[in-house]
């Protein structure tokens, strides 16, 4: 009801103020940080840092074809050790600022922090979150590259919760439901409302979470080779993170993108995650075992329109 009713007051301020609206609304800046770890081990994966490059090039090429400010930082264990790159807003190419020498210690309590006062994130800006890794199966804690470090749901949320402007938080991990959140944890329906009829620069902090499961649920990667020559995909991906990527217009058995011509969501993608993982589906061609979770608001979160 509450969504519905701050749906409504827009509709009603976007019909007494028709187009102007609309072109006076900036694009906002766009920044992207993102953790995958394949581990390399026992506990190793195929899929992680496949699936954080693959979002990488879906939202830059998205944001890029319509003149958006994006910027990126993705933080991996590729090729066994612990890499940092920076893609500054209006650069293709990428800066290797932690490689080899840098420890897989401290991720969550020393760089991650590090790396989202780096972003020098504003109000009116959108932050997207992703993480592609393992996930603890008592607490949902996400597992850093060496095992012995991990992040709970509490603490995620505090980090991305407390920056400025709207924050989306996508988790492919098992048990990732656990970092779930109720939407009193965000602003207030009152304030809301007072933000959509303020001429001044939005300064509310609103957070959305789209989840690969139940909290009690595993998050499926397709890694085996049978596997990939089924489903016709390039190379190993979390089916949670193949959902999205197939959403924001990537081919997976090439990997090539075709941006979409239509809005981009919060909503949007937790329902095309749903409709992906559903046991009856086609997209992925294959049943997987587990069911997207979300965190959702009093209005969605338009991520991406090819009309602004």
């Given at each position: 009801?509450?969504?519905?009713?701050?749906?409504?007051?827009l509709?009603?301020?976007?019909?007494?103020?028709?187009?102007?609206?609309f072109?006076?609304i900036?694009?906002?800046?766009?920044?992207?940080v993102?953790?995958?770890?394949?581990?390399?081990?026992?506990?190793?994966?195929r899929?992680?840092?496949?699936?954080?490059?693959?979002?990488?090039?879906?939202?830059?090429?998205m944001?890029?074809?319509?003149?958006?400010e994006?910027?990126?930082t993705?933080l991996n264990?590729?090729?066994?050790?612990l890499?940092?790159?920076?893609f500054?807003?209006?650069?293709?190419?990428?800066?290797?600022?932690?490689?080899?020498?840098?420890?897989?210690?401290?991720?969550?309590?020393t760089?991650?922090p590090?790396?989202?006062?780096e972003?020098?994130?504003?109000?009116?800006?959108?932050?997207i979150?992703?993480y592609?890794?393992?996930g603890?199966d008592?607490?949902?804690?996400l597992?850093?590259?060496?095992?012995?470090?991990n992040?709970?749901?509490?603490e995620?949320?505090?980090l991305?919760?407390?920056?400025p402007?709207?924050?989306?938080?996508?988790?492919?991990?098992?048990?990732s439901?656990r970092?779930?959140?109720?939407?009193?944890?965000?602003?207030s329906?009152?304030?809301?409302?007072?933000?959509?009829f303020?001429?001044?620069?939005?300064?509310?902090?609103?957070?959305?979470g789209?989840?690969?499961?139940?909290?009690?649920?595993?998050?499926a990667?397709?890694?085996?080779?049978?596997?990939?020559?089924?489903?016709g995909?390039?190379?190993?991906?979390?089916?949670?993170?193949a959902?999205?990527l197939?959403?924001?217009?990537?081919?997976?058995s090439?990997?090539?993108?075709s941006?979409?011509?239509?809005a981009?969501?919060?909503?949007g993608?937790?329902?095309?995650?749903?409709?992906?993982?559903?046991?009856?589906?086609?997209v992925?061609?294959?049943?997987?075992?587990?069911t997207p979770?979300?965190?959702?608001?009093?209005?969605d979160l338009?991520?991406?329109?090819?009309?602004?």
């Amino acid at each position: 009801m509450r969504r519905l009713s701050a749906l409504l007051a827009l509709a009603l301020l976007l019909l007494f103020s028709g187009c102007e609206l609309f072109e006076s609304i900036p694009k906002p800046r766009v920044h992207l940080v993102s953790l995958a770890f394949n581990y390399y081990g026992e506990a190793s994966l195929r899929g992680p840092v496949n699936d954080q490059e693959c979002i990488y090039r879906a939202f830059r090429a998205m944001y890029d074809s319509r003149g958006y400010e994006f910027s990126a930082t993705l933080l991996n264990d590729n090729g066994h050790r612990l890499e940092r790159k920076r893609f500054a807003a209006g650069t293709e190419t990428d800066t290797v600022l932690a490689a080899s020498a840098q420890s897989c210690h401290n991720v969550f309590s020393t760089l991650l922090p590090q790396i989202l006062d780096e972003e020098d994130i504003e109000d009116g800006d959108i932050t997207i979150f992703f993480y592609s890794g393992h996930g603890e199966d008592d607490s949902g804690d996400l597992i850093g590259p060496d095992v012995s470090e991990n992040l709970s749901p509490d603490e995620l949320f505090s980090l991305i919760s407390a920056l400025p402007g709207y924050k989306l938080m996508i988790v492919d991990a098992c048990f990732s439901g656990r970092h779930s959140f109720s939407e009193e944890q965000n602003s207030s329906v009152a304030e809301a409302y007072s933000s959509l009829f303020s001429n001044s620069s939005p300064s509310l902090s609103y957070t959305w979470g789209v989840f690969a499961s139940q909290d009690n649920e595993y998050s499926a990667e397709f890694n085996a080779d049978e596997a990939l020559e089924s489903l016709g995909w390039l190379r190993p991906h979390g089916a949670f993170t193949a959902s999205i990527l197939m959403h924001l217009g990537m081919d997976m058995s090439t990997e090539s993108i075709s941006v979409p011509n239509r809005a981009i969501t919060a909503e949007g993608i937790f329902n095309a995650a749903l409709r992906a993982l559903d046991d009856n589906s086609t997209v992925l061609g294959v049943s997987v075992e587990h069911t997207p979770s979300e965190s959702s608001n009093f209005f969605d979160l338009v991520l991406f329109s090819p009309d602004i």
